[in-house]
């Protein structure tokens, strides 16, 4: 099997961690050039939040309203700033008073429907404020998540089509031209995951069309530890990858990282590489169930079916940048499944993976 991610690096992970939680000094201070200057400020570790953020579009109170909503969870977390919540609150229902600026950016066939969740999130704003008086941090946290899945609804309403054209050398490989959601039962439970063509489509395509094809029904987890990795998709027999049976050949998917603030991803070279040291990625290793390529590490553009879920509690890393953003392809984040993630070992196995929801947006390789 691949040793996909070299002792090195997990030594790397766990050096910051423990130094950071038992010295409590600057990581800027003593890590390498290439890693010095972490990114100041409270990571996102919601994978359901870093995914509305993934989003391509550029609606400025719409983000501001999401924001607002987000930041309920930060503000109970830290001592349970009421007043706190309460504002951020008012600002999203001032927000939501002025409709025609959210609407200004969903396409008129989708206008209706949009107006629609504009006044539920109205509504349900309403009620959080009144809820907020009881101060029952498990009602709020409750409701706040279901009016930022209604949000969630609205800004995938705001996208217009695919945001740039993948390079044509990647033609010859599967694609997924917006996001699917994606069911892995296991012998212990069952996972939900959405993978983001918007930001890796080359990488998000290559798994849905495996999944498509029950590449990974039956396979086990060949690799698990503890708060770092949980790896799959090595198949039977010597092959360490897919073999595309219609070119008898593996099938090799390129690096691909998209940066916070590039039109199109980055192919073939790791962040490092390149020289964007301080770069993000839109897709960074900040949540836990984030879904990656894996890949040896000496070549970028050999990874094909193995894929892992990085399993490290984020409020234990430095703030915004880890070791392993711009290394590997972050494809997706897991949205449901948390404590089944957390139970499964190697010699667990994929039952069954299933495609429910965006199938539609899978392009399927060009012929040479």
Excluded: C
């Excluded at 069952?190 to 094809?213: E, H, I, K, M, W």
């Excluded at 957390?342 to 495609?355: C, P, Q, Y």
Aim: no cysteine; charged share 25%; aromatic share 8%.
């Amino acid at each position: 099997m691949f040793n996909f991610l070299k002792s090195w690096l997990k030594n790397s992970l766990m050096a910051i961690l423990l130094v950071t939680i038992f010295l409590g000094i600057n990581t800027a201070g003593w890590t390498p050039a290439s890693h010095a200057a972490l990114p100041s400020g409270n990571a996102i570790t919601d994978g359901r939040a870093l995914l509305r953020y993934a989003l391509p579009i550029d609606n400025k109170p719409v983000r501001e309203l999401q924001a607002s909503l987000e930041d309920i969870s930060n503000q109970l977390r830290a001592n349970k700033r009421w007043g706190a919540v309460s504002k951020d609150l008012s600002k999203a229902a001032k927000i939501l008073d002025k409709p025609s600026q959210i609407l200004a950016s969903v396409p008129e066939d989708r206008q209706s429907q949009a107006e629609a969740w504009i006044n539920d999130l109205k509504s349900g704003v309403n009620d959080l404020q009144e809820l907020v008086k009881t101060k029952d941090k498990g009602q709020i946290l409750e409701s706040r998540s279901k009016l930022l899945n209604i949000v969630s609804l609205l800004e995938e309403s705001m996208v217009k089509g695919f945001p740039y054209e993948v390079p044509a050398e990647y033609s010859n490989l599967p694609q997924l031209k917006g996001r699917a959601t994606i069911e892995i039962k296991t012998n212990k439970g069952d996972l939900s995951v959405v993978v983001d063509g918007y930001s890796a489509p080359v990488t998000a395509g290559n798994f849905v069309d495996l999944v498509q094809r029950g590449f990974y029904n039956g396979l086990e987890f060949t690799r698990s530890e503890e708060s770092y990795v949980l790896q799959t998709g090595d198949p039977p027999g010597k092959e360490q990858g897919f073999i595309d049976p219609a070119t008898g050949k593996y099938r090799g998917i390129p690096l691909e990282v998209l940066v916070e603030g590039d039109k199109k991803p980055t192919y073939g070279i790791t962040l490092e590489d390149a020289g964007r040291y301080l770069d993000m990625p839109v897709l960074p290793f900040s949540a836990f169930g984030a879904l990656a390529m894996a890949r040896p590490e000496s070549e970028v553009n050999g990874g094909s079916s193995q894929v892992f879920f990085f399993l490290f509690e984020p409020e234990l890393t430095p703030a915004g940048r880890n070791l392993l953003d711009g290394r590997y392809s972050v494809f997706g984040y897991l949205i449901e499944g948390k404590e089944i993630l957390d139970k499964l070992k190697a010699g667990d196995k994929i039952e069954s993976a299933t495609v429910v929801q965006g199938i539609e947006n899978l392009v399927e390789p060009q012929a040479a």
